[in-house]
């Protein structure tokens, strides 16, 4: 059983560029958070997808911003790149369910995209 | 959201447990309290959570106070592979579109042999 998968792993971009990072939840699981986490932080909440739709927003500006497709796959954009944008970006993915079943507050994260910007 | 307050660093010796405080006298009736660990260069990883019994599992126990104001992860025969950044997380268990975590600074557990 996979886990949850990011890609890419790392790379590099330069300021003003635009980047589009991947994540793939967990099978079963069906909604997607981003979190960033900088050099000797803990991360930070950046957004939540449910049923295709961004549910929770953290405080981050709308350079931000993602998609979730229907097979519960999720993209994260962040466009004109700043130096401050240089950091690990993590999925993490959980089950939300419907009405009847509960989500017990785990988290399944990926391994992250690190992104450096020059 | 609730804070916590956890020391910035440990030290632990290999074989001997390792007792990790939490502050978070602010949690409310609804919260219940998480650990999660990074190990370095990974994604954080799920450990133990509760609300207010005591709570054991096949990586650690989880002691939280009666007043539910402080707790304590117990990892009892820690290990090299334990070095890790341990955050203590309280949140609302039945958010039912969860997927928000609110870390702090975590305690850095170093496990030496």
């Known amino acids: 059983d996979a886990g949850v998968t990011q890609s890419p792993t790392h790379l590099i971009k330069t300021r003003g560029q635009q980047v589009t990072l991947r994540c793939s939840p967990k099978?079963?699981?069906?909604?997607v958070s981003w979190y960033q986490q900088a050099l000797g932080q803990g991360p930070q909440f950046i957004f939540q997808y449910y049923e295709e739709e961004e549910r929770q927003r953290g405080n981050f500006p709308d350079r931000f911003s993602g998609h979730q497709y229907p097979n519960y796959s999720s993209e994260l954009n962040v466009n004109a790149l700043l130096l401050g944008d240089s950091a690990l970006y993590l999925c993490?993915?959980?089950?939300?369910?419907?009405?009847?079943?509960?989500?017990?507050?785990?988290?399944?994260f990926g391994e992250g995209s690190r992104l450096t910007v020059l | 959201d609730a804070k916590t307050t956890q020391p910035p660093s440990m030290d632990c010796a290999e074989g001997r447990a390792a007792n990790l405080p939490c502050n978070h006298s602010t949690i409310s009736g609804n919260e219940y309290v998480y650990w999660y660990r990074q190990i370095h260069s990974q994604g954080p990883q799920y450990i133990i959570h509760?609300?207010?019994n005591n709570e054991t599992n096949e990586m650690a126990s989880l002691i939280i106070t009666e007043d539910r104001k402080s707790s304590t992860l117990i990892l009892p025969h820690a290990t090299l592979r334990d070095t890790a950044v341990y955050y203590c997380i309280v949140r609302p268990r039945w958010d039912n579109q969860g997927g928000k975590l609110i870390f702090g600074q975590g305690t850095e557990l170093s496990v030496k042999p």
């Open positions: 099978s079963g699981h069906d909604t």
């Open positions: 509760g609300l207010k």
């Open positions: 993490a993915s959980t089950h939300t369910g419907t009405s009847g079943s509960r989500n017990t507050g785990e988290l399944f």
